[in-house]
């Protein structure tokens, strides 16, 4: 599925610069060691044709967990033994199983001084991956997805203006608990209201799908006007159920991730494409591997600029389409 | 006089030419402004609605649809406006990535002959860098035509009106000359109300009278 | 200005502005056919952009009664664009749907678009006619204002293009015969000039010469009979006819200087629209200072260096020589416009600035101290309003040429032409100005003591301080740095600004006579200065109405020329009067020498009041600020002179010599 054309290559070499050429800096190409999460997505296509682009030659060693954790350990074997230029993981989970938090640990159990490069990790100093993200001070750095919150919201004003506001979301997510928290701080600052409900928590301490519909019901009661779908981990399992109750209220869900739209049903999303991660990841990589930069003084960066996805049979459902302008700039998903 | 006219006509025509020559300039120059502005700003129009597109498509990756639309949409503008040349989609290392021109097509970026302008409108991705510029090659020579013939009209205007400037105002510059020194010229002479003479005749009469007044 | 000078300049005023109103007529005519198809081209890419994007909508399957804020998109559209009236999407039977602007009516202006992917839905686009009547409007009023400014130039050229030769045998001529009219017949100075006009002067006098002749021999007769009744009745009519007498003026050299002076000062004047702007561009921020605080600083230094070098240069132009003076004067000025073309900081602009600054008060000072040399009291006033006017017709012609030249060629070409200008004056003084030594007496240097003396007598410093120094800060202040800066961030061009700046130096030329001549009696004149500066400040207070507006602060300069006009004679003559109350008299050089530097303070004050308030509160409180400052300081004026009277004293006869601007 390797989709280079013309277009790809011309535009993502345009990002470094210069025109496609090879780059050697020792004997032969640069070895990296790919660890992903659940196969390969469009990071991985856009990490790849970024350094295609750029004329990096690369040997590729492509590992995947198939979300299974336990797999890790046996990696840092593997990454120790085999000694790549590089080392780049997919999601935060993954990142930690390599790399380690940067204030605990064992140094034995990780790979502390080969360069890493993540993609996706959504909070790197939270889950204590780095002390800082202009300066990473270790030997980790990386590409973050995450849009942020207020921006989120603004758009979901652009494309219809509220004044309250519902959320669903796992008050045991450490994360989810923070954005609930940046909500709460611009419901006061932007002027709407926020209701929340939380997923039923079974006795084992796991969250489950139980009357997510009653929930749902509540928020539309209560007079929300959005269903914010925020990138929270067991939310992005329960799409199928969380979407179809909020089309049955006729609430208008805004998702935080590509899934939520593209497969989930959402009404519209802002989101960081994967593809442009990849490749933000890539120019990472590739700042370590031709440049020689330590990742310790290389910044872990987010996208500048931030996708509209529009589903518009949903829009449809609703009666509710987005303003013609935006037209210009979102992504429409149709059929 | 006639040297005196000689020095001075010549001058004061000069100065008429040169202000009118400036005011016919200015003239021209501020329409021909308006005109190549509006002609401008229609083709940055075209630029900046080809680069959203074209935005998207980098936005989103290279989602194939949009590849193939794209060659035909850069047709669809150029062809739409008959003073577009071609629209391209430029790298930054001056390679033509897409055109509506097929011919243009992964070739360098050649300098253009003069008559050719561009307008240029940037392609930003999604973490800030330009990745290529839409161009809009359109001519000028047809507007340059246009305003060449405006130009004309206003020459075949002013020479007239400035020859007719210059023979007015050397007239009356002439004459206003002429009535100084036809004046002056008296002035030269005893003539009726002339105060020398009036002053000439009170003289003799104080003095040849005798003594006293009488 | 002599009965030949007026009617050459009227004829030649009248034939620029017939001739070029023709010409405009016609363009006008030709640039409507050319100009109009662009507008209907651009208005049919608008419309195909529109279409484009409702296409696209259709194509997503939006319904035609969802599309959602098209309506302001549209009216956006039409906002952004002052070609366009209206733009709207129509159904098959040409219901408009969605629109924005208001349609014309006229089927003349509207354009239609309806490619197929609209699915039936028209595109109306409408053109604004009033659009294309503005290009030709704003042409009228370029060409307007080409029109007067070429006609003033043409002016300027025909004091150095006729020689000074020629010229003076016409002026001879002109006062023999203005002379002979009023039976004055005393002899004039001779006219060395060879051509018709010297012969007729010569022939002139040589009857003059006779008529002398004859009377002296008559006058010796009656002596020599003692003819007492005779001697006294020839003596009544020489001294009827003033025979014998000689009439004591040089022709007047002192036009020499009136080429360079204009040449130089018209460069100056036109950097003014563009200026401040200019600075902007450069300006790096400062710790502690507001932009635009740190923006008028290089101005303040001009006007700063102006003032406080002027007292000094009078004597240093005198002993260097008046022509030497301004030649260096004018190539400091040369040398600093293209520094400043160049400059890429500041502190380079600062300099830059700097050295004109210097340049410029020496030509000021040289040109002045040049006709001081070359008159006689008696010519003193009609030669020092040829100076001022000068001054002002370059002030009248400088700013909107350079605004243009800024529009078209950009603002650094604009310094480097003002250069090339200031060269210009350059070579006009080496080849006009003779260098010897003139008549006039020297000027005064300032003392610190009479300026002690001065700054305790009361009249005279509520004059100076209420009047005379705010009455040139609101001018510095409000037209050569807030306007500028504001219309050019409202988005007008340089044009547009540089002929808004011609409003207060018309009303300048065109009402300081008429002011100056009502200004007869201490109390008229004490009304005048307090009403012309009420007048002055709170027409800033026109600015509240609309600050966007072009005409709100055309008014607002107008209010300000014409409260300078009512009070600039007057406060004038107030000086002089008001210095007979010092304690010990000072010389009338001296006295008006301080009366510049106060007003010379008060310009270099300006853009440092201007850029604080500016950065401060805004330029609409700036300029209410400093009106309301001026108006207050006027009629604190009023108050002082109505509650504290002057024991009477005779106005003195003071020539007319301060500034007109």
Same mark, same amino acid.
């Given at each position: 599925?390797?989709?280079?054309?013309?277009?790809?290559?011309?535009?993502?070499?345009?990002?470094?610069?210069?025109?496609?050429?090879?780059?050697?800096?020792? /004997?032969?190409?640069?070895?990296?060691?790919?660890?992903?999460?659940?196969?390969?997505?469009?990071?991985?296509?856009?990490?790849?044709?970024?350094?295609?682009?750029?004329?990096?030659?690369?040997?590729?060693?492509?590992?995947?967990? /198939?979300?299974?954790?336990?797999?890790?350990?046996?990696?840092?074997?593997?990454?120790?033994?085999?000694?790549?230029?590089?080392?780049?993981?997919?999601?935060?989970?993954?990142?930690?199983?390599?790399?380690?938090?940067?204030?605990?640990?064992?140094?034995?159990?990780?790979?502390?001084?080969?360069?890493?490069?993540?993609?996706? %990790?959504?909070?790197?100093?939270?889950?204590?991956?780095?002390?800082?993200?202009?300066?990473?001070?270790?030997?980790?750095?990386?590409?973050?997805?995450?849009?942020?919150?207020?921006?989120?919201?603004?758009?979901?004003?652009?494309?219809?203006?509220?004044?309250?506001?519902?959320?669903?979301?796992?008050?045991?997510?450490?994360?989810?608990?923070?954005?609930?928290?940046?909500?709460?701080?611009?419901?006061?600052?932007?002027?709407?209201?926020?209701?929340?409900?939380?997923?039923?928590?079974?006795?084992?301490?796991?969250?489950?799908?139980?009357?997510?519909?009653?929930?749902?019901?509540?928020?539309?009661?209560?007079?929300?006007?959005?269903?914010?779908?925020?990138?929270?981990?067991?939310?992005?399992?329960?799409?199928?159920?969380?979407?179809?109750?909020?089309?049955?209220?006729?609430?208008?869900?805004?998702?935080?991730?590509?899934?939520?739209?593209?497969?989930?049903?959402?009404?519209?999303?802002?989101?960081?494409?994967?593809?442009?991660?990849?490749?933000?990841?890539?120019?990472?990589?590739?700042?370590?591997?031709?440049?020689?930069?330590?990742?310790?003084?290389?910044?872990?960066?987010?996208?500048?600029?931030?996708?509209?996805?529009?589903?518009?049979?949903?829009?449809?459902?609703?009666?509710?389409?987005?303003?013609?302008?935006?037209?210009?700039?979102?992504?429409?998903?149709?059929? | 006089?006639?040297?005196?006219?000689?020095?001075?006509?010549?001058?004061?025509?000069?100065?008429?030419?040169?202000?009118?020559?400036?005011?016919?300039?200015?003239?021209?120059?501020?329409?021909?402004?308006?005109?190549?502005?509006?002609?401008?700003?229609?083709?940055?129009?075209?630029?900046?609605?080809?680069?959203?597109?074209?935005?998207?498509?980098?936005? *989103?990756?290279?989602?194939?649809?949009?590849?193939?639309?794209?060659?035909?949409?850069?047709?669809?503008?150029?062809?739409?406006?008959?003073?577009?040349?071609?629209?391209?989609?430029?790298?930054?290392?001056?390679?033509?990535?897409?055109?509506?021109?097929?011919?243009?097509?992964?070739?360098?970026?050649?300098?253009?002959?003069?008559?050719?302008?561009?307008?240029?409108?940037?392609? %930003?991705?999604?973490?800030?860098?330009?990745?290529?510029?839409?161009?809009?090659?359109?001519?000028?020579?047809?507007?340059?035509?246009?305003?060449?013939?405006?130009?004309?009209?206003?020459?075949?205007?002013?020479?007239?009106?400035?020859?007719?400037?210059?023979?007015?105002?050397?007239?009356?510059?002439?004459?206003?000359?002429?009535?100084?020194?036809?004046?002056?010229?008296?002035?030269?002479?005893?003539?009726?109300?002339?105060?020398?003479?009036?002053?000439?005749?009170?003289?003799?009469?104080?003095?040849?009278? !005798?003594?006293?007044?009488? | 200005?002599?009965?030949?000078?007026?009617?050459?300049?009227?004829?030649?005023?009248?034939?620029?502005?017939?001739?070029?109103?023709?010409?405009?007529?016609?363009?006008?005519?030709?640039?409507?056919?050319?100009?109009?198809?662009?507008?209907?081209?651009?208005?049919?890419?608008?419309?195909?952009?529109?279409?484009?994007?409702?296409?696209?909508?259709?194509?997503?399957?939006?319904?035609?009664?969802?599309?959602?804020?098209?309506?302001?998109?549209?009216? !956006?559209?039409?906002?952004?664009?002052?070609?366009?009236?209206?733009?709207?999407?129509?159904?098959?039977?040409?219901?408009?749907?969605?629109?924005?602007?208001?349609?014309?009516?006229?089927?003349?202006?509207?354009?239609?678009?309806?490619?197929?992917?609209?699915?039936?839905?028209?595109?109306?686009?409408?053109?604004?006619?009033?659009?294309?009547?503005?290009?030709?409007?704003?042409?009228?009023?370029?060409?307007?204002?080409?029109?007067?400014?070429?006609?003033?130039?043409?002016?300027?050229?025909?004091?150095?293009?006729?020689?000074?030769?020629?010229?003076?045998?016409?002026?001879?001529?002109?006062?023999?015969?203005?002379?002979?009219?009023?039976?004055?017949?005393?002899?004039?100075?001779?006219?060395?000039?060879?051509?018709?006009?010297?012969?007729?002067?010569?022939?002139?006098?040589?009857?003059?010469?006779?008529?002398?002749?004859?009377?002296?021999?008559?006058?010796?007769?009656?002596?020599?009979?003692?003819?007492?009744?005779?001697?006294?009745?020839?003596?009544?009519?020489?001294?009827?006819?003033?025979?014998?007498?000689?009439?004591?003026?040089?022709?007047?050299?002192?036009?020499?200087?009136?080429?360079?002076?204009?040449?130089?000062?018209?460069?100056?004047?036109?950097?003014?629209?563009?200026?401040?702007?200019?600075?902007?561009?450069?300006?790096?921020?400062?710790?502690?200072?507001?932009?635009?605080?740190?923006?008028?600083?290089?101005?303040? %230094?001009?006007?700063?260096?102006?003032?406080?070098?002027?007292?000094?240069?009078?004597? *240093?132009?005198?002993?260097?020589?008046?022509?030497?003076?301004?030649?260096?004067?004018?190539?400091?000025?040369?040398?600093?416009?293209?520094?400043?073309?160049?400059?890429?900081?500041?502190?380079?602009?600062?300099?830059?600035?700097?050295?004109?600054?210097?340049?410029?008060?020496?030509?000021?000072?040289?040109?002045?101290?040049?006709?001081?040399?070359?008159? /006689?009291?008696?010519?003193?006033?009609?030669?020092?309003?040829?100076?001022?006017?000068?001054?002002?017709?370059?002030?009248?012609?400088?700013?909107?040429?350079?605004?243009?030249?800024?529009?078209?060629?950009?603002?650094?070409?604009?310094?480097?032409?003002?250069?090339?200008?200031?060269?210009?004056?350059?070579?006009?003084?080496?080849?006009?100005?003779?260098?010897?030594?003139?008549?006039?007496?020297?000027?005064?240097?300032?003392?610190?003591?009479?300026?002690?003396?001065?700054?305790?007598?009361?009249?005279?410093?509520?004059?100076?301080?209420?009047?005379?120094?705010?009455?040139?800060?609101?001018?510095?202040?409000?037209?050569?740095?807030?306007?500028?800066?504001?219309?050019?961030?409202?988005?007008?061009?340089?044009?547009?600004?540089?002929?808004?700046?011609?409003?207060?130096?018309?009303?300048?030329?065109?009402?300081?006579?008429?002011?100056?001549?009502?200004?007869?009696?201490? /109390?008229?004149?004490?009304?005048?200065?307090?009403?012309?500066?009420?007048?002055?400040?709170?027409?800033?207070?026109?600015?509240?109405?609309?600050?966007?507006? *072009?005409?709100?602060?055309?008014?607002?300069?107008?209010?300000?020329?014409?409260?300078?006009?009512?009070?600039?004679?007057?406060?004038?003559?107030?000086?002089?009067?008001?210095?007979?109350?010092?304690?010990?008299?000072?010389?009338?050089?001296?006295?008006?020498?301080?009366?510049?530097?106060?007003?010379?303070?008060?310009?270099?004050?300006?853009?440092?009041?201007?850029?604080?308030?500016?950065?401060?509160?805004?330029?609409?409180?700036?300029? *209410?600020?400093?009106?309301?400052?001026?108006?207050?300081?006027?009629?604190?004026?009023?108050?002082?002179?109505?509650?504290?009277?002057?024991?009477?004293?005779?106005?003195?006869?003071?020539?007319?010599?301060?500034?007109?601007?």
């Amino acid at each position: 599925m390797k989709r280079r054309t013309l277009l790809t290559v011309g535009l993502t070499g345009a990002v470094a610069g210069v025109m496609p050429r090879p780059v050697r800096s020792q /004997g032969g190409p640069h070895r990296i060691y790919r660890v992903t999460f659940r196969g390969r997505t469009a990071v991985e296509e856009g990490f790849d044709d970024y350094l295609a682009a750029n004329g990096i030659a690369v040997e590729m060693i492509d590992r995947d967990i /198939g979300r299974d954790r336990s797999l890790l350990p046996g990696m840092v074997e593997e990454i120790r033994a085999l000694q790549p230029d590089l080392v780049t993981t997919w999601g935060t989970t993954v990142t930690l199983g390599i790399a380690g938090r940067y204030d605990t640990g064992d140094p034995d159990a990780y790979i502390r001084s080969i360069p890493v490069v993540f993609a996706l %990790v959504s909070a790197p100093m939270n889950s204590g991956l780095v002390p800082s993200l202009e300066q990473p001070g270790r030997n980790v750095t990386g590409a973050v997805h995450v849009v942020p919150t207020e921006t989120q919201l603004r758009a979901m004003a652009s494309y219809r203006p509220f004044r309250r506001l519902g959320v669903l979301y796992t008050p045991i997510e450490q994360n989810s608990v923070s954005i609930v928290g940046d909500l709460q701080a611009l419901s006061r600052s932007m002027g709407f209201e926020l209701i929340t409900r939380e997923f039923h928590i079974d006795p084992d301490g796991r969250p489950t799908a139980d009357g997510v519909e009653r929930r749902i019901a509540e928020i539309k009661a209560a007079g929300a006007e959005w269903l914010y779908l925020l990138p929270d981990t067991f939310l992005g399992t329960v799409y199928d159920r969380v979407v179809p109750a909020a089309l049955a209220e006729r609430l208008p869900t805004f998702g935080a991730a590509e899934l939520a739209v593209r497969e989930g049903g959402a009404l519209v999303a802002l989101v960081s494409r994967y593809y442009s991660v990849g490749q933000l990841a890539a120019s990472k990589a590739a700042q370590v591997l031709t440049d020689g930069r330590s990742p310790a003084t290389i910044p872990i960066e987010t996208l500048r600029r931030f996708s509209l996805i529009i589903n518009i049979d949903v829009a449809r459902e609703l009666d509710l389409y987005p303003p013609i302008e935006m037209l210009n700039y979102a992504e429409v998903l149709t059929g | 006089m006639l040297r005196l006219s000689l020095r001075i006509l010549p001058l004061f025509a000069i100065i008429v030419g040169l202000a009118m020559a400036l005011g016919a300039y200015m003239n021209f120059s501020g329409v021909r402004g308006a005109h190549l502005d509006l002609i401008e700003s229609r083709m940055q129009l075209v630029a900046d609605d080809v680069g959203t597109v074209v935005e998207m498509a980098v936005s *989103v990756g290279i989602a194939a649809p949009e590849q193939v639309t794209l060659p035909g949409l850069l047709a669809r503008q150029a062809a739409a406006d008959r003073l577009i040349e071609s629209i391209d989609l430029v790298g930054p290392s001056g390679i033509v990535l897409f055109s509506s021109d097929p011919a243009r097509v992964a070739g360098a970026e050649a300098a253009d002959r003069h008559a050719i302008a561009v307008v240029d409108r940037a392609i %930003v991705n999604d973490f800030g860098v330009t990745v290529a510029r839409v161009h809009v090659r359109y001519d000028t020579r047809r507007p340059g035509q246009a305003i060449s013939g405006f130009g004309q009209s206003v020459l075949t205007d002013a020479v007239p009106i400035s020859l007719g400037a210059l023979v007015a105002g050397s007239l009356a510059a002439l004459s206003i000359l002429s009535l100084l020194h036809r004046r002056a010229m008296r002035a030269t002479q005893p003539h009726p109300g002339d105060p020398l003479t009036e002053a000439g005749t009170e003289i003799d009469a104080a003095a040849g009278g !005798g003594g006293g007044g009488r | 200005m002599n009965n030949f000078q007026v009617r050459l300049s009227a004829a030649l005023v009248v034939v620029l502005l017939v001739s070029l109103t023709l010409l405009s007529i016609r363009t006008s005519h030709h640039a409507e056919a050319l100009v109009v198809p662009e507008v209907a081209a651009k208005a049919e890419t608008v419309g195909r952009s529109v279409a484009g994007l409702v296409g696209q909508a259709l194509a997503y399957g939006i319904p035609t009664d969802r599309f959602i804020g098209l309506d302001d998109h549209l009216a !956006g559209i039409v906002a952004a664009n002052p070609d366009l009236a209206y733009i709207a999407v129509l159904t098959t039977d040409g219901r408009p749907l969605y629109s924005g602007g208001t349609p014309t009516g006229d089927p003349g202006t509207i354009i239609r678009v309806a490619p197929e992917e609209l699915l039936g839905l028209v595109i109306e686009v409408d053109i604004d006619p009033a659009y294309v009547r503005d290009v030709v409007y704003q042409l009228w009023l370029d060409l307007a204002i080409v029109m007067v400014v070429t006609a003033l130039v043409a002016l300027e050229l025909i004091h150095i293009s006729f020689g000074i030769g020629l010229y003076g045998a016409i002026e001879g001529v002109e006062h023999r015969l203005s002379a002979l009219r009023r039976g004055d017949l005393r002899e004039h100075p001779s006219v060395s000039a060879a051509g018709a006009f010297g012969q007729i002067a010569r022939r002139i006098d040589d009857r003059l010469a006779a008529l002398t002749a004859r009377l002296r021999d008559a006058a010796k007769t009656a002596a020599a009979v003692a003819d007492t009744a005779r001697a006294q009745a020839i003596a009544a009519i020489a001294e009827r006819f003033r025979i014998g007498q000689r009439v004591g003026e040089a022709p007047m050299s002192v036009i020499a200087i009136r080429a360079p002076l204009f040449v130089f000062m018209f460069a100056e004047e036109l950097t003014r629209p563009f200026l401040p702007v200019y600075i902007q561009g450069l300006a790096a921020p400062v710790p502690g200072l507001s932009p635009e605080l740190v923006t008028s600083l290089p101005m303040v %230094v001009f006007l700063a260096i102006v003032a406080l070098a002027q007292p000094f240069l009078g004597t *240093v132009t005198e002993r260097a020589g008046r022509r030497r003076s301004l030649i260096m004067g004018a190539a400091l000025g040369a040398a600093g416009y293209v520094a400043t073309a160049f400059a890429f900081d500041l502190w380079g602009l600062t300099i830059a600035r700097a050295m004109t600054a210097v340049g410029f008060a020496l030509v000021f000072v040289a040109a002045q101290g040049f006709v001081i040399d070359t008159t /006689g009291t008696a010519q003193r006033a009609k030669g020092m309003a040829m100076f001022i006017g000068a001054i002002l017709v370059a002030g009248l012609c400088g700013p909107p040429i350079g605004g243009i030249l800024a529009d078209r060629l950009g603002m650094s070409t604009a310094f480097l032409i003002a250069g090339g200008a200031a060269t210009a004056s350059l070579i006009l003084a080496r080849i006009g100005l003779p260098e010897r030594a003139g008549i006039g007496k020297p000027s005064a240097m300032i003392r610190w003591r009479d300026l002690g003396m001065v700054l305790r007598t009361p009249h005279l410093v509520a004059l100076l301080v209420l009047c005379a120094l705010p009455a040139k800060l609101i001018l510095v202040a409000v037209a050569f740095f807030l306007v500028p800066l504001h219309m050019e961030a409202t988005g007008q061009t340089q044009a547009a600004i540089g002929r808004l700046l011609m409003i207060y130096p018309l009303a300048m030329v065109l009402l300081v006579p008429a002011f100056a001549s009502l200004a007869r009696g201490a /109390g008229q004149r004490v009304r005048l200065v307090a009403l012309g500066g009420m007048v002055a400040g709170l027409g800033a207070l026109i600015v509240l109405i609309d600050p966007d507006s *072009v005409m709100a602060i055309g008014a607002v300069l107008l209010c300000l020329g014409l409260g300078q006009a009512m009070s600039i004679a007057s406060q004038s003559a107030l000086v002089g009067e008001f210095g007979n109350d010092l304690p010990e008299p000072v010389g009338e050089a001296t006295l008006y020498g301080i009366f510049r530097l106060v007003e010379r303070t008060g310009n270099a004050l300006g853009p440092l009041v201007a850029g604080t308030l500016l950065g401060i509160y805004g330029f609409v409180p700036a300029v *209410v600020g400093i009106g309301l400052g001026v108006a207050g300081g006027a009629a604190l004026f009023a108050l002082t002179a109505a509650l504290a009277p002057r024991a009477g004293s005779t106005p003195p006869g003071a020539a007319f010599e301060g500034e007109a601007r």
